[in-house]
């Protein structure tokens, strides 16, 4: 009797226990309960704040969310994502697992692997969002595959990113189509070409790019690196790296610090081919002023890697259903075509045309692309991301060999 | 009676000094043993449970690491020793003339430029397509577009060297400036003279060994500064490798959580490298101490003075003139469309950047000023209470208040993110508050720096006059001392004002982001902005600390219009 009374007790006091936490934990399937919840909350999104026009963005859908949804948004301005995973790690060392400060944080790649593999993440809850059915992601698998590592509902998709080339075309005629015809452009157009140094994102994907074309097999990249392998598959990288450093901006002596420096390069004139992952990056540059109108983009001959970014809710995140309702808002038609005009952000949309009403289509047809713009069909093959592993290990290997001398 | 009434006052006041203290080395201990305890392997929540040097073996065998410890140091040596010996001369050569009258007036406008902004002055400047560039092609070299050479982020750092060195000559002057009276410079420089030396030799000869040891923490903190700083090596300093500081940073924000271990043996070794570097500058400064008594003792009393003079004025100048030709880069790119390389000047002109940001600024701007007025406030009290005490009690205060300078000397990465650790763990919401607080710690030392001489050397008969009237120590404070003291004491104001504004690491770490300020805008939107971007925002940043000096120094002038002599340094 006793025992028995203990038994009881103790699952009524662990009932009791769990139900302030239950309280601030949303059920994603109700998605009612959700909007309910998310009224008055205000969620603290982390992003990446070096585009102004991302920021005007985020500034536009804060305002929408409030008057659609009563959700108060406030963008907390990064200049490294890593900042934000930096900051919920602090959190679960000091044992924070309710009050967290960051509610939304726009994430991919290593990060994501980084938070997933240490638990650092609420979920599963993005497929649960009503309008998780207009990316369609039983034909689209890069949207539940973030670096070949799956996604799992622990983040929604945002937007798509592809690397692609642009160049003045006043100076330049034929630009190089893949990485051989590249060496031996700069060969003859010296100093003209450089990209910014790993790890910075932009570098690299340049790198992970170079050997997606140069490697003999393709297959163990998409694994997790085999150290013994890894010289081998990387060989033919370095082998090119050697012989284009020296053709490169400052002999390869010094790197840009990223994709706006070689806008600035580009716009000054001191490099007339450049490389950056956003398609739309070169009109954007265009019609801020910053760029010549004679600048075209393109994508190599065989394709280019491409991914797709996040949004990811912390575990101890405090508004995680007014962060459901952004990441959804963000998700919606209305908020894809508003990106994708290339006066506004002129991002390409995640969404799956076939799955919109003709109404919520033509939201998209009626945006014009600019001159620079790429359309889709000009996007070409978009190449997967390899493995995160690869990110870290070229780094690593490029920084060994480059970094220092 | 009087005095029974006064003593509970004295208490209040005695513990002023103690109070400081525990508002400054409570962080940056807490914050140093929570960064420092990693650098051993102890970290239980990331499974560091055992003390280990396998993170300093991984830390050594960084590639590049022994260049990176190479600039830092040469450039927290280099910094000093360019920034103090232009000091100098210059003092020297223009002692009691025009030009220093100008100067002591050029000077709080130049400090006002924080830092980074300084830096990407200068880097519109002198880069291979900035405006120098710009004005001299073709038309000088025939180029049409930028010549393909490293300027900015050399090697050896030393643009980095250069940005520091222009940002610590007014610094310097200022902290020497003050200093000055107390030794009167005139009654020395009068006496070499009769025995026929030239003014400046005479200057250099008495003056120096009187006025270094008055302006040598200053020069320490300057040492401190250069050999960590991050936002001045992020923008101008080298890339491959950075320098140490940048690494550390870079490893403390790896997505690799294994990588918080280096990054705190990274930490420890940049402290280490601090140290070294004060160490080697003892070393100089014995050298320079012998080297001079040798000069003095050849009795030489002619020769080189023009050189000693054009030297000085000719590099504190060329500092100026860079510093300004900053500034003008930082306007015209805010304010340039489109702009081809040789051209002189934008082809189009634009408003657009400037509206754009104006339409952002005000939660930013109304965070920034009540982060710098709050702090600032807190600070002049706190310091005011101090220097008060040490009044009362009528002696210096124990050497244990050297311990006041500590955050001016230990690198800010060393104990700044273990401080982040600790305020989570103590679990203090990151907001206005403790961002302030935060800033407290970096801007009471400045703060301190900069009254303490001025509040010590105020002719105590003032005081003693007033107590023979009857007066009480508070009704002296608040009647005598202070309003004699307005004009140091604001400039005390508009140095913390300037030292709040620049912070960027403890405005972004310690308020988790929700506290944006005009730094951590400009510095996210640099991560990825234009020119015009930059400027706007590397502007706006210095705008705020202009005001704060334009204050404090026509405040006094409008308060005591018919009192000469206390309108200040002018």
């Known amino acids: 009797m006793h025992r028995r009374l203990t038994g009881v007790s103790s699952a009524v006091l662990a009932c009791l226990l769990a139900l302030p936490a239950f309280a601030a934990t949303p059920e994603p399937d109700d998605w009612e309960q959700v909007l309910r919840e998310a009224r008055g909350q205000t969620v603290y999104f982390d992003a990446w704040a070096g585009d102004p026009q991302i920021n005007s963005y985020i500034a536009w859908a804060a305002q929408q969310l409030q008057s659609l949804y009563g959700v108060e948004v406030t963008h907390v301005k990064l200049s490294d994502t890593a900042e934000g995973v930096s900051r919920v790690l602090a959190e679960k060392l000091a044992g924070n697992v309710q009050e967290g400060t960051v509610d939304l944080l726009w994430v991919n790649g290593e990060n994501f692997a980084t938070m997933k593999g240490n638990d650092l993440l609420f979920g599963p809850w993005a497929e649960q969002l009503p309008n998780f059915a207009l990316v369609d992601a039983d034909n689209h698998p890069e949207m539940r595959e973030d670096f070949t590592i799956a996604v799992e509902g622990y983040e929604s998709p945002w937007t798509r990113a592809q690397l692609v080339f642009y160049y003045d075309s006043a100076t330049v005629e034929n630009p190089p189509r893949n990485m051989r015809e590249l060496l031996q452009w700069t060969q003859s157009n010296r100093g003209q070409f450089t990209y910014p140094r790993p790890p910075v994102f932009l570098g690299s994907t340049f790198l992970k790019q170079a050997l997606l074309e140069l490697a003999v097999d393709s297959a163990p990249l998409y694994r997790p690196v085999d150290q013994a392998q890894f010289e081998s598959i990387t060989a033919p990288l370095w082998e090119f790296l050697d012989a284009l450093h020296p053709q490169l901006l400052r002999a390869g002596r010094s790197f840009p610090g990223g994709g706006t420096e070689l806008r600035r390069m580009m716009g000054d004139g001191e490099i007339s081919l450049a490389l950056s992952f956003s398609p739309s990056e070169a009109n954007a540059g265009i019609v801020a002023g910053e760029l010549p109108p004679t600048v075209r983009s393109y994508v190599p001959s065989g394709g280019s890697i491409g991914n797709v970014s996040f949004l990811a809710i912390p575990f101890n995140a405090q508004a995680k259903a007014g962060a459901m309702v952004l990441a959804n808002f963000l998700l919606s038609a209305q908020a894809q075509a508003y990106a994708y005009d290339p006066e506004v952000m002129g991002s390409a949309t995640v969404l799956s045309m076939e799955m919109l009403s003709a109404q919520q289509r033509a939201l998209f047809e009626s945006i014009e692309a600019g001159p620079a713009t790429l359309s889709p069909e000009a996007l070409g093959n978009t190449l997967r991301e390899p493995h995160p592993d690869w990110m870290d290990a070229l780094e690593r290997a490029w920084v060994e060999r480059y970094g220092a001398r | ?570």
């Open chain 2, 1 to 570: 009676m009087a005095h029974a009434k006064a003593l509970p006052a004295n208490i209040g006041v005695g513990l002023a000094p103690v109070l400081v203290l525990v508002v400054l080395i409570a962080p940056v201990a807490l914050g140093l043993a929570l960064t420092l305890l990693p650098a051993f392997g102890y970290l239980p929540v990331l499974g560091g449970e055992r003390l280990t040097l396998t993170y300093f073996a991984q830390l050594f065998a960084t590639p590049g690491l022994a260049h990176s410890v190479a600039v830092s140091l040469m450039a927290g040596l280099l910094t000093p020793l360019l920034a103090l010996s232009l000091v100098l001369l210059f003092l020297a050569g223009t002692a009691g003339t025009r030009l220093e009258r100008w100067m002591r007036r050029l000077v709080a406008p130049l400090l006002a430029i924080p830092h980074a902004a300084a830096a990407f002055g200068l880097a519109f400047l002198i880069a291979p397509s900035g405006l120098f560039m710009r004005l001299i092609s073709p038309e000088l070299n025939g180029l049409s577009s930028p010549p393909d050479v490293l300027i900015v982020n050399d090697y050896w750092g030393l643009t980095m060297s250069a940005g520091l060195i222009i940002k610590e000559i007014p610094f310097l002057l200022l902290m020497a400036l003050a200093a000055l009276p107390q030794i009167e410079p005139e009654k020395r420089v009068a006496i070499a003279r009769s025995l026929g030396y030239r003014p400046c030799r005479a200057w250099l000869m008495t003056v120096v060994p009187a006025l270094y040891p008055l302006i040598r923490l200053p020069v320490y903190a300057v040492i401190a500064f250069a050999s960590a700083t991050v936002d001045v090596s992020l923008i101008l300093g080298p890339n491959l490798p950075y320098t140490l500081s940048v690494m550390v940073l870079q490893w403390f924000n790896d997505p690799d959580l294994n990588y918080r271990f280096v990054a705190a043996a990274g930490a420890l070794l940049q402290l280490g490298v601090t140290i070294c570097a004060l160490l080697l500058w003892r070393l100089i400064e014995s050298l320079g101490a012998w080297l001079g008594r040798r000069w003095i003792n050849r009795g030489e009393r002619r020769s080189g003075e023009a050189l000693l003079r054009v030297s000085g004025q000719l590099g504190v100048g060329l500092a100026v003139l860079v510093s300004v030709g900053g500034v003008l880069a930082l306007l015209i790119n805010s304010f340039a469309g489109f702009w081809r390389f040789p051209d002189n000047l934008p082809g189009a002109w634009t408003t657009q950047t400037w509206s754009r940001a104006l339409g952002e600024i005000a939660q930013p701007l109304a965070n920034t000023l009540l982060i710098a007025l709050v702090s600032t406030a807190i600070a002049i009290v706190m310091v005011l209470a101090v220097l008060e005490s040490e009044q009362r009690a009528g002696r210096r205060l124990s050497p244990s208040m050297l311990l006041l300078y500590l955050p001016l000397l230990v690198p800010q990465i060393a104990f700044l993110f273990g401080l982040i650790v600790a305020t989570e763990f103590l679990r203090w919401a990151p907001d206005i508050k403790l961002v302030i607080f935060a800033h407290l710690i970096f801007m009471l030392p400045y703060t301190f720096l900069t009254l303490a001489e001025a509040y010590r050397r105020l002719d105590p008969r003032w005081s003693q006059l007033a107590a023979t009237l009857g007066a009480s120590p508070w009704r002296i404070f608040w009647r005598v001392r202070l309003p004699l003291l307005l004009a140091p004491c604001l400039t005390a104001a508009a140095v913390a004002i300037a030292v709040s504004v620049s912070q960027y690491l403890a405005t972004q770490l310690i308020g988790a982001g929700r506290v944006p300020s005009l730094t951590t805008e400009a510095v996210a939107l640099a991560s990825g902005g234009s020119r015009g971007i930059i400027a706007v925002w590397a502007l706006l940043q210095a705008l705020i600390p202009m005001l704060g000096f334009a204050l404090a120094l026509f405040l006094p002038r409008l308060l005591w219009r018919n009192r000469r002599g206390m309108r200040g340094l002018n």
